[in-house]
């Protein structure tokens, strides 16, 4: 897979310091590569996905602990007392008789067992071992390309946000102009009221605007910092470092086939099948004879003449004849999950090919937008200059000059909407062929 080891080495150094990592000083001004550095270091949902990788860690390290032999240590210490009485006859004269006789020893010793298993068997218990290490390292890095994938989205959503106030505070302020203008004019006679009326209207639906775009404004950058794992009422200002993400190849086919080799999810999906496959066959190996070994040694150091010496050993042959169907449907079920993980591969792969289709589509549209977008906004600029000519020779109304502006408005906010959505389907394809977290990787790592 391209980009697989520098994403392993990522995603070891996350777990070797994710967990003791000293939160830096937050900044006054953040860009996306701050952003992405600050989430590696204080988002508890990246420090909650490294400590569920440790226990799933320890708990394929259980899964290979069954290999190893079990060795115990036992001692024993025993002290025993016998006595006995009853009465003797000896030529018709009875005697009553007694006796005592008290005895301690201690013993100690070491015993090791084993199960032996079948080849088969002893493969499988490896192979789904080594699957749910690699299934665990996949699922980090998948929960960690979520993660920055809407830090990333979020971050451009509020550039995007931001540029669209910026527009409407401009277009606030030239609303303001005009309306004091006409207002001007109207005390001089030379506006009628009407004008003054639409000017007042005008004015309001601006500031209407400015009320929008500052809330939606406000929103998103809430939902950046909290994506960071910042306090959203930290006084941070967000800049735009110009940090792009863009895939390499623009041909359909050529994203799908990346995908099915680097796609992190399909990756996953391709590992947990390889587990079922390999879960099936243990469960056909568990049905087969079992041999079993133990060995052991002990001395006992007793109070008589001499003292005991004992080396054992022991091997059985397990063979279950009947135990309640239990293998059949162990079997069955084995099967049947094997068959469902395929099938969600299969699944997914469909998936990631809408994906890709999609996002292939979305940039697509986002560049026609844009190109068209900026004509407009061009052709909008110069019907302003036209508009405002004519106005100054009388030969037309303000209003016209009023809507030639609203027209570049509109292409403006239309071109800062498709410059945006254009980056974000370039972030959503990267994320469907899979390259998308090598790249935020060398972006955390290079500074």
């Known amino acids: 897979m391209v980009n697989a080891k520098r994403i392993l080495i990522f995603t070891f150094l996350l777990l070797a310091f994710g967990a003791c990592i000293i939160p830096s000083e937050v900044p006054d001004e953040i860009g996306l590569k701050d952003a992405l550095k600050l989430a590696y270091e204080q988002n508890l949902d990246i420090k909650l996905a490294i400590i569920r990788n440790y226990i799933s860690e320890d708990s394929i390290k259980l899964s290979y602990s069954r290999l190893y032999p079990n060795l115990s240590v036992v001692s024993s210490f025993s002290r025993s007392t016998i006595k006995s009485s009853g009465t003797v006859n000896i030529e018709g004269i009875e005697f009553e008789v007694s006796d005592r006789n008290s005895s301690s020893s201690y013993s100690y010793g070491v015993n090791l067992s084993q199960w032996i298993f079948l080849p088969q068997d002893f493969l499988d218990i490896k192979k789904i071992a080594d699957s749910d290490r690699k299934i665990s390292i996949l699922a980090l890095q998948e929960q960690l390309q979520n993660i920055y994938y809407n830090i990333i989205s979020r971050y451009f959503s509020h550039l995007k946000q931001l540029s669209l106030y910026e527009l409407a505070l401009e277009d606030l302020q030239t609303s303001k102009d005009h309306y004091s203008k006409?207002?001007?004019?109207?005390?001089?006679?030379?506006?009628?009221?009407?004008?003054?009326?639409?000017?007042?209207?005008t004015l309001q639906n601006k500031e209407f605007n400015l009320v929008?775009?500052?809330?939606?404004?406000?929103?998103?950058?809430?939902?950046?910092?909290?994506?960071?794992?910042?306090?959203?009422?930290?006084?941070?200002?967000?800049?735009?470092?110009?940090?792009r993400f863009s895939p390499e190849s623009e041909e359909d086919k050529d994203h799908y086939e990346f995908a099915l080799e680097n796609n992190i999810s399909l990756g996953q999906r391709k590992e947990q099948l390889g587990k079922s496959l390999h879960s099936h066959k243990k469960a056909v190996h568990d049905t087969l004879p079992t041999l079993s070994l133990s060995s052991g040694f002990s001395y006992s150091d007793n109070e008589f003449p001499t003292d005991d010496y004992r080396v054992s050993g022991t091997v059985s042959l397990n063979f279950n004849l009947f135990r309640g169907f239990q293998d059949k449907y162990n079997i069955s079920i084995a099967r049947m999950r094997a068959a469902e993980s395929e099938m969600e591969l299969a699944r997914l792969e469909e998936e990631v090919k809408?994906?890709?289709?999609?996002?292939?589509?979305?940039?697509?549209?986002?560049?026609?937008?844009?190109?068209?977008?900026?004509?407009?906004?061009?052709?909008?600029?110069?019907?302003?200059?036209?508009?405002?000519?004519?106005?100054?020779?009388?030969?037309?109304?303000?209003?016209?000059v009023e809507d030639a502006k609203i027209s570049y408005t509109r292409a403006k906010a239309d071109r800062i909407s498709s410059y945006y959505d254009h980056i974000i389907a370039n972030i959503s394809l990267m994320v469907n062929r899979g390259d998308f977290l090598g790249a935020v990787e060398d972006t955390i790592l290079s500074r």
């Open 212 to 243: 929008k775009a500052e809330n939606d404004l406000n929103l998103s950058k809430i939902e950046f910092l909290s994506a960071i794992g910042l306090s959203i009422d930290s006084d941070i200002n967000i800049v735009d470092d110009n940090l």
């Open 354 to 400: 809408l994906g890709i289709k999609k996002a292939v589509s979305n940039i697509r549209v986002a560049e026609s937008l844009l190109e068209l977008s900026s004509k407009r906004e061009d052709m909008a600029k110069n019907d302003i200059e036209l508009a405002e000519a004519r106005y100054a020779s009388g030969l037309a109304i303000y209003l016209e």
């Open 182 to 201: 006409t207002k001007k004019m109207y005390e001089l006679g030379l506006a009628n009221r009407l004008a003054m009326s639409n000017a007042g209207l």
